[in-house]
């Protein structure tokens, strides 16, 4: 309870130090629901401000429908969160939402088939406590008609208005979930409980210094597809991937963290997964250069993903052994994890100790020794963006 107080307050006077007791209300986004509509499906979004908004298809990977709002506040359903996932019906399979900018946020409706936006429009609340109303109404059609849809959006020139700069992206991704309960203790504790006690915890942390913009890919007990976590990162455009996890093994004298980037064998599942997910990188899409230049450029690209992953291990793993977190022998190791592929986003699994030993099942439990090790990854982020800004200055 005094923990929940402290953030409550510290988040009052956050509010209080950048805007004056006058200022208007933060825009929020209070329910998103999906269900059928005159022409096959409706998208209503509920907030408390009239949204300005911008709505385009993507084929890239899978079908969906983008819809980009400026920054506000999501509080569907009375949860406030960086993010989130929802259900569908009809023509949408699911949908996401989340900051996707320093000055920007995104709701994703991930489709069942092809569809387009047949008409879409604002209501006015009726009365005092009722919500605006924004309402996308979406109707079926061909792959063809999509695909040159989102063509049509990728040709589109960029703002011309200027954008501040944004603060580094950290996606939290926390392990398992829901049906898959992950590694679990002699307690009957899960490695999915830890992992996402874990997550919140780092992302409140750096959330409160103000630096990083925060997202999980989970923030209650869902399930997530491992190709699902990797794709919120990307269309994110996330400059750090960290996903979280607890091991186990068969002797339970076995303890310590280990950090993991690619292996030499993910990068071969890498090129596998890019052509399967269409996984498309932002040097690729200028058509006016030749293929080869692209592909040239795709690979530079992919071989620094890889460094700055390594970077961040490497600065990652002395700064919990600063902390007194045990470590395995020769802690930064390599996988072909899926969790690791992504071609343009940086990333690291940490396996936060065993859940098959009573010591580190112990400090994982425990909020006053979790917060050791989350202090040593926010130490090591904050490394990590030092380093990268002070090379790209030189460069």
């Given at each position: 309870m005094r923990r929940v107080r402290a953030r409550i307050l510290g988040l009052l006077f956050a509010a209080l130090a950048i805007a004056p007791a006058a200022a208007a209300e933060i825009t929020r986004v209070l329910d998103v629901r999906v269900g059928p509509g005159p022409s096959g499906t409706r998208l209503v979004i509920d907030s408390n401000k009239p949204l300005n908004y911008r709505v385009f298809s993507l084929s890239a990977g899978a079908e969906r429908i983008i819809i980009d709002l400026p920054k506000l506040r999501w509080s569907v359903g009375g949860?406030?969160?960086?993010?989130?996932?929802?259900?569908?019906?009809?023509?949408?399979?699911?949908?996401?939402?989340?900051?996707?900018?320093?000055?920007?946020?995104?709701?994703?409706?991930?489709?069942?088939?092809?569809?387009?936006?047949?008409?879409?429009f604002a209501l006015e609340p009726e009365k005092a406590q009722d919500a605006y109303r924004l309402v996308l109404d979406l109707k079926p059609t061909s792959m063809e008609a999509f695909v040159q849809s989102s063509l049509n959006n990728q040709s589109r020139p960029p703002p011309t208005t200027h954008k501040p700069?944004?603060?580094?992206?950290?996606?939290?991704?926390?392990?398992?979930?829901?049906?898959?309960?992950?590694?679990?203790?002699?307690?009957?504790?899960?490695?999915?409980?830890?992992?996402?006690?874990?997550?919140?915890?780092?992302?409140?942390?750096?959330?409160?210094?103000g630096r990083y913009e925060?997202?999980?890919?989970?923030?209650?007990?869902?399930?997530?597809?491992?190709?699902?976590?990797?794709?919120?990162?990307?269309?994110?455009?996330?400059?750090?991937?960290?996903?979280?996890?607890?091991?186990?093994?068969?002797?339970?004298?076995?303890?310590?963290?280990?950090?993991?980037?690619?292996?030499?064998?993910?990068e071969k599942r890498v090129e596998t997964e890019r052509h399967k997910q269409d996984w498309v990188l932002s040097v690729e899409r200028d058509r006016?250069?030749?293929?080869?230049?692209?592909?040239?450029?795709?690979?530079?690209?992919?071989?620094?993903?890889?460094?700055?992953?390594?970077?961040?291990a490497q600065m990652l793993v002395p700064s919990l052994a600063e902390v007194g977190w045990a470590a395995l022998q020769n802690p930064h190791r390599q996988r072909g994890f899926y969790v690791l592929l992504s071609p343009d986003v940086p990333a690291v699994l940490l396996e936060m100790g065993f859940m098959t030993n009573i010591h580190d099942e112990a400090n994982l439990a425990t909020e006053k020794q979790r917060s050791r090790m989350v202090g040593a990854i926010h130490a090591a982020i904050d490394e990590f963006f030092e380093t990268e800004a002070q090379a790209l200055a030189m460069r």
């Open positions: 949860l406030t969160a960086e993010s989130g996932t929802g259900p569908g019906e009809g023509l949408v399979a699911g949908y996401r939402y989340a900051h996707n900018a320093a000055d920007s946020s995104r709701l994703v409706l991930d489709l069942a088939k092809p569809a387009e936006v047949a008409r879409q700069a944004r603060k580094p992206l950290i996606v939290i991704d926390p392990g398992h979930g829901g049906k898959d309960p992950g590694a679990l203790a002699k307690s009957g504790r899960k490695e999915k409980d830890v992992t996402l006690a874990a997550a919140r915890e780092l992302r409140d942390q750096l959330m409160q210094g925060v997202a999980l890919t989970r923030d209650d007990d869902r399930f997530i597809e491992l190709e699902d976590r990797v794709t919120i990162a990307r269309e994110l455009g996330a400059n750090l991937f960290i996903s979280l996890h607890a091991d186990a093994g068969a002797n339970s004298n076995t303890r310590g963290s280990s950090v993991y980037t690619l292996s030499s064998d993910g006016t250069r030749p293929v080869e230049v692209n592909e040239v450029l795709a690979d530079l690209v992919q071989r620094e993903t890889k460094n700055q992953s390594a970077r961040f």
